[in-house]
């Protein structure tokens, strides 16, 4: 015969007049939707999940290259893995979903649609008049670093290296 303070005690914790509690959360649900039930089930919640990988890949992927300032002519893949994300993550809803593989798609549409707006709208046109290597430099008056006013005449003959900034304002 055992030796314990309760006469039903058992190793696991639970005793038959009292289960073991269990804490309900975020984490719970996370470990117990890796099950086969739980994923046949809610199969939209894996769909929400890989729309959101899609989306913040394919944002750092962009931001690498931007910061490299290597960015294509032609983003059309980019915006190309950007709607599928948008489209896993419709789908993710129209399958079903628990509520983390919600906010998880919700935000893989939000990146999978803002971004390649964001490359609509910031077309750079080059203007008509844009000056290229070789050009000779316009005329033009500013302001120097001393205050004092400066004019590209005078410049006239000689090597100099101008700086152009590539912006958009």
């Known amino acids: ?13 639970e005793t038959p ?3 073991a ?17 739980e994923m046949k089930a809610k199969p939209g919640t894996r769909i929400g999940f890989l729309a959101l990988a899609i989306s913040v ?3 750092l992927i962009w931001f690498i290259i931007n910061a490299r300032v290597g960015v294509p002519e032609d983003r059309t893949p980019f915006v190309a893995v950007w709607v599928v994300a948008v ?11 628990r509520w983390y593989g919600g906010v998880a798609a919700v935000l893989g ?5 803002f971004l390649p707006l964001t490359i609509a709208v910031s077309k750079q046109g080059l203007a008509a008049d844009a000056i290229a290597v070789g050009d000779p430099l ?5 302001i120097d670093e001393f205050g004092e006013s400066f004019n590209s005449e005078s410049l006239q003959g000689q090597l100099v290296l101008i700086k152009f900034f590539r912006a958009h304002w």
């Open 1 to 13: 015969m055992p030796c314990s303070p309760c006469p039903d005690f058992t190793p696991g914790g």
């Open 17 to 19: 007049a009292r289960p």
């Open 21 to 37: 509690l269990r804490k309900k959360g975020l984490i719970s649900d996370l470990l117990e939707s890796t099950t086969l039930k």
């Open 57 to 59: 890949g394919m944002f």
């Open 87 to 97: 489209i896993l993550g419709i789908s993710a809803f129209v399958r079903g979903t």
């Open 109 to 113: 549409i939000l990146i999978g649609v």
């Open 138 to 142: 316009p005329q033009f008056e500013a």
